[in-house]
């Protein structure tokens, strides 16, 4: 009798969850409720048109409206699914999730690719099993004769989780900070570039006080503008502010790179649409009218990410031109460009080979002071989601090495772009959406720790520090290589020797041993500073 009341009880409850499946939006289902049903069915129809390709999905404005109807009825599959899709293509992208998966939980026939989304909202959380499990769900469902494309990205999917797996079981020694409040908002910060000394950086934001006010209605957001902070006077970082005019405009201005000395930025001006690089002179604290780049550099096609050498004789940019006598599709790669003396303009571009552009996009470049290190973030190699940061070395022959991935966890399953490397090699900074954040993407410092370092006491040296006879020995420690780049500084103010006023000097930079001018340049006519990054070890003359 016993066993029958359980089992009674237990039909009771099985047939109970059940009723508490899907509830669609049918006025059937809230005759109690008719005014808050209608309000409720407004808030989601309003939504789906929103989200509707005509003329692009408006993701940030249909999520309040989502929300809302949520309130009112949270078992409606599609409106589930709905705010997943919302949450995943906005700031919250984590939450999207948990969504999904009730969508799939209500009414797991209700939408053809719910598998798929289940599997990104795992592999965004880095649960690379279960993204597996449910990418290959999604795979079964697709035709291999009519969703040939659709099952190549599903399979791109499955193996940057599976290069998640390894390089979270292999991780890099690193400390990653969020640059703090002086820096970060709830609105996004990237793209921060930086003085060889790492004492003022510059940066782009979209935030309610960008040139003009107005939001970028594709996205819902701010217009880009140049931020910039120093630490000339404190040990941390100033207050960030708005550069102002002449650089920004009421258009997307975005800082792309910046000298060594700091006199020269490139910036990204949208251009209506067609995207080019600009560059801008600063004397003092005034920067000039951007001028843009020759015709070599600016094509009819998107350009938006450069840096120089600290030499001043290359200048590696990102274009997503096409390549010539290739039908391939456009996509971002790397090229260089060399400075002609004679004619004083960027010629001779040519593009990154094979190994280092992928038929993904490339972006986000850094090429470090030593000359030699290129640091770029890539949708393609070995990336464990989105974009990841990748380093290559240019060798003696000119030729680079294959590009590695620079690890977990600088890396994530998101998108981790604009990688810059300060001179003693040790700091880096970087753009990133990590939870925890300010809100939307924020600039980080990351600190490399190098290997673990062996303690050198044992149970040997313990006995022989209690002993009461003192033993002495000459140890000798092995030999450490030191595998980083050697580097020098070389900053300075040029001054009147009566007046002590700062002067604008032409500065050239010898190699003593060679007799070879290697570096010529100016200081600043109305500070008198000047700073360049050297390769350390070298006799110099200035």
């Known amino acids: 009798m016993k066993t029958i009341i359980i089992s009674s009880i237990f039909i009771f409850s099985c047939s109970f969850l059940f009723a508490q499946k899907e509830v669609t939006f049918d006025k059937k289902n809230f005759k109690d409720n008719k005014k808050e049903f209608k309000e409720a069915l407004d808030y989601l129809e309003e939504g789906d048109e929103l989200l509707m390709p005509n003329p692009f999905p408006r993701y940030s404005q249909a999520l309040p409206l989502y929300e809302k109807a949520y309130d009112f009825n949270p078992k409606s599959a599609h409106l589930n699914f709905q705010l997943g899709l919302c949450y995943l293509n906005t700031v919250n ?39 597996i499990k449910h990418y290959e769900a999604h795979k079964k469902r697709l035709d291999t004769k009519n969703d040939l494309a659709r099952i190549m990205d599903v399979n791109k999917f499955i193996y940057e989780c599976k290069s998640g797996k390894e390089l979270v079981e292999n991780p890099v020694r690193v400390w990653i900070d969020n640059m703090g409040k002086q820096i970060n908002t709830k609105y996004p910060e990237y793209g921060m570039i930086m003085t060889a000394d790492a004492s003022e950086i510059f940066f782009t934001s979209r935030r309610p006080s960008t040139t003009g006010g107005d939001k970028d209605v594709m996205i819902d957001q701010y217009f880009e503008d140049v931020y910039t902070s120093n630490r000339f006077t404190t040990k941390g970082w100033s207050p960030s502010t708005n550069v102002g005019e002449p650089i920004n405009t009421k258009g997307h201005d975005a800082a792309v790179a910046l000298s060594p000395d700091g006199a020269k930025m490139i910036v990204y001006i949208d251009d209506k649409g067609d995207g080019n690089l600009y560059e801008s002179k600063r004397e003092g604290n005034e920067w000039s009218k951007p001028k843009s780049f020759n015709d070599e550099i600016c094509s009819p096609y998107h350009e938006a990410s450069a840096w120089y050498s600290s030499d001043a004789k290359r200048l590696f940019f990102v274009s997503d031109r096409p390549l010539e006598n290739r039908g391939d599709p456009k996509d971002r790669d790397i090229y260089v460009a060399f400075w002609n003396e004679d004619k004083e303009e960027w010629l001779d571009v040519k593009r990154l080979p094979e190994k280092i552009n992928t038929k993904y996009d490339e972006d986000g470049i850094f090429l470090h002071p030593d000359g030699k290190t290129l640091y770029f973030s890539s949708k393609g190699h070995n990336t464990m989601g989105g974009y990841d940061i990748f380093k290559t070395i240019q060798q003696e022959d000119g030729s680079w090495s294959d590009p590695e991935n620079i690890g977990y966890p600088v890396n994530t399953p998101d998108d981790d772009v604009f990688f810059v490397v300060a001179a003693n090699g040790r700091d880096a900074y970087m753009t990133s959406y990590r939870e925890g954040g300010f809100g939307d993407k924020d600039l980080y410092k990351v600190t490399f720790l190098g290997p673990i370092k062996e303690p050198i006491l044992n149970s040997e040296d313990i006995l022989l520090a209690n002993s009461s006879v003192p033993v002495r020995a000459n140890v000798i420690e092995p ?50 500073r000047y700073l360049v990054s050297l390769p350390g070890g070298k006799n110099y003359g200035i």
Not at 499 to 528: Q, R, W, Y
């Open 479 to 528: 030999k450490v290589e030191v595998t980083g780049s050697q580097l020098a500084i070389l900053k300075g103010i040029v001054r009147d020797d009566k007046t002590k006023e700062p002067l604008k000097a032409e500065i050239e930079l010898v190699d003593n041993e060679t007799n070879e001018v290697i570096a010529e340049f100016s200081s600043d006519a109305k500070t008198g």
């Open 93 to 131: 992208k984590f939450k999207a999730l948990d969504f999904f998966k009730s969508s799939f939980d209500l009414n797991p026939n209700k939408h053809p690719d719910i598998h798929f989304y289940i599997g990104r909202g795992y592999h965004l959380q880095s649960d690379w099993d279960n993204a």
